[in-house]
């Protein structure tokens, strides 16, 4: 009889539906191609970042950053607590299955135990059964729900993997950045003090008036002063990526220097739809949506019936001794619990789970929006930054060309020290500035590989990683 009753339950259970409200993937209106792409081609996205990032240094720093950075662990400890929250969650397909005991130490007097009937005086072991027939779906969509929880934080995870891979490879090139600056602000720092002992060889001479000298004297004062403030900067920088590392603030080892790196010379973005398969943020945000749609269906199977098949088998005896040969005691059949007068709140949180899914979808369409933005800001700097960099190149050699003429000039007493002065101050800002474009030029292609989502595709970042460890 209790094989007919579990074999009709369980074909009931089959045939069941899940109530609530299935996630379907919403539509979102992407573009055909991004606006500022210019040539088409395989997405910069799906190199390994070891192929876009030739830097042996850089390289070392962002593998070691794998493998210290806290917040790296933090993710990777979130995704193994939901992993498990999600093992818990399928559990509650399974039969609960229960064991209890009574021994007595003492007895009152009077008291008359009933054999084979359990009671505070009698000795006893029984195992109970309850298993819930999940005939509205409530725990299908609990796991539903868990399983979304799960890929969000491994989603989660990849995202900080990105950031970190981009994060340590931007601040480093603003760490070249500031070396290459620093260089700069010394060669220019004794330039400036070159010009002084020139001009104090004129006034002894009376050649120059004692305003040329005190010129002079102030630029080099300022840039002593832009040469300890970019020192700052750099230690201040290396303190900011040692974090990333997961280190104490140490000093950073260089590799290459910025005019040394070798980037892509074209850097194609691809299709804009498949920015909705790469992105992790995209795609943590749309299983929170899947999430959040699945507790619609857990909440409204709350406001139904619950049935739970319960069974009861024991022993029981008024003396430890006839446990021997004791008489026993079962029972099974269904149960039924269902809402009376909480049945309005039980409404209340279905509605609650709605409101829900609305947020997260208008957060999810929103993060698409961000993406496709930040997509289009990184191909709109890439283009710019090449351009402006050749700019300021050919800027710098015709600096360098008038400085030279100016310092002729001012030595062989032909002009006088503004030319020199204009010339070099010119000069310096202009070679700092280039090295600033040559870095946000770098940054831009970091940035880009970042918003198209960085290529980590599970399958083909494993068989990439092994290919690098076998070079």
Not at 43 to 60: C, V
Not at 96 to 121: D, R
Not at 387 to 399: C, G, I, K, N, R
Not at 410 to 435: C, H, I, M, P, Q
Request: proline share 5%; aromatic share 6%.
């Amino acid at each position: 009889m209790l094989r007919l009753v579990l074999v009709v339950f369980s074909l009931a259970l089959v045939a069941a539906c899940a109530v609530g409200p299935d996630y379907k993937r919403p539509d979102i209106a992407a573009p055909a191609s991004f606006r500022m792409a210019g040539k088409e081609g395989e997405s910069i996205a799906n190199l390994p970042w070891w192929e876009l990032l030739r830097d042996d240094g850089l390289q070392t720093l962002i593998r070691l950053a794998l493998e210290e950075n806290k917040d790296l662990k933090r993710a990777a400890a979130a995704v193994e607590e939901y992993r498990a929250r999600a093992l818990v969650a399928r559990m509650d397909f399974a039969p609960q299955l229960t064991v209890s005991g009574n021994a007595p130490l003492a007895k009152t007097a009077g008291i008359v135990a009933i054999p084979a009937f359990p009671n505070p005086f009698a000795y006893y072991g029984q195992g109970a059964l309850s298993w819930e027939l999940d005939f509205w779906g409530r725990i299908r969509r609990e796991n539903e729900a868990a399983r979304a929880d799960l890929l969000a934080r491994e989603e989660n995870r990849r995202a900080v993997v990105l950031q970190l891979v981009t994060g340590v490879a931007q601040s480093y090139f603003d760490l070249r950045q500031l070396d290459m600056q620093l260089d700069i602000a010394r060669r220019t720092l004794e330039s400036w003090g070159e010009s002084v002992r020139i001009a104090q060889a004129r006034l002894r001479q009376g050649l120059t008036p004692k305003l040329d000298v005190d010129q002079f004297e102030s630029e080099r004062a300022n840039a002593a002063a832009r040469t300890a403030e970019l020192e700052r900067q750099m230690v201040q920088k290396e303190n900011e990526l040692s974090v990333l590392l997961g280190s104490n603030p140490i000093k950073i080892p260089r590799g290459l220097a910025l005019t040394d790196q070798v980037m892509p010379p074209e850097v194609p973005a691809g299709l804009p739809s498949d920015l909705l398969q790469r992105r992790p943020d995209v795609l943590q945000s749309e299983q929170e949506l899947a999430a959040a749609t699945a507790r619609i269906g857990a909440a409204e199977a709350q406001r139904f019936p619950q049935i739970t098949l319960t069974g009861l088998l024991g022993v029981a005896s008024p003396q430890l001794s006839r446990l021997v040969n004791p008489g026993q005691f079962g029972e099974v059949g269904p149960s039924l619990a269902g809402p009376l007068f909480n049945a309005p709140i039980l409404g209340f949180q279905q509605q609650v789970a709605e409101a829900q899914v609305k947020q997260v979808l208008a957060q999810y369409q929103q993060t698409v929006l961000v993406a496709f933005k930040e997509v289009e800001d990184a191909l709109v700097a890439v283009r710019t930054a090449r351009e402006q960099t050749q700019a300021q190149e050919a800027q710098v050699v015709a600096l360098r060309s008038a400085l030279h003429l100016a310092e002729l000039r001012y030595k062989g007493g032909l002009s006088n020290y503004l030319d020199v002065l204009t010339s070099k101050r010119s000069l310096f800002d202009a070679e700092l500035s280039l090295t600033a474009t040559r870095r946000l030029h770098l940054v831009s292609i970091v940035q880009l590989y970042k918003a198209l989502g960085g290529g980590w595709n599970e399958p083909t970042m494993a068989s990439a990683t092994r290919k690098e460890q076998t070079r």
